[in-house]
């Protein structure tokens, strides 16, 4: 169990290091995580020594979402003021995404059409 939070955690460290060290406007934590998927695919890091403390971290992610949570309650009045830019972006950007990732799906299994 620690090896894994060893390296879920190592690799969020780097992520956020480099993203200090060049300061890029992209997350640390982002950064990370795309350091740990490279390392996974190229077998750098082996699934089994991950994978039990990933599944932990996505059973519990709900926790995660109680600071933000508290954040809209705390500023709902500032939020209800830029509704209508606020849900627009929210509205574009979901579909985007939903679009996004429907053909990156796409192109990963080869279909095309």
């Known amino acids: ?28 934590n982002v950064i990370g995580m795309m350091l740990l998927t490279l390392a996974l695919l190229t077998n750098i890091v ?20 109680i600071p933000p949570g508290v954040g809209i309650v705390l500023y709902w009045g500032l939020i209800k003021s830029q509704a209508i830019p606020i849900f627009g972006a929210l509205i574009v950007s979901f579909l985007l995404t939903l679009l996004l990732t429907a053909k990156f799906v796409e192109l990963l299994r080869g279909e095309k059409k």
């Open 46 to 65: 082996k699934l089994e020594d991950v994978e039990r403390e990933a599944e932990f971290f996505v059973r519990n992610m709900s926790v995660m979402f």
């Open 1 to 28: 169990m620690y090896k894994g939070l060893a390296i879920i955690f190592g690799f969020l460290f780097m992520g956020e290091a480099i993203a200090e060290i060049f300061e890029l406007s992209v997350p640390g």
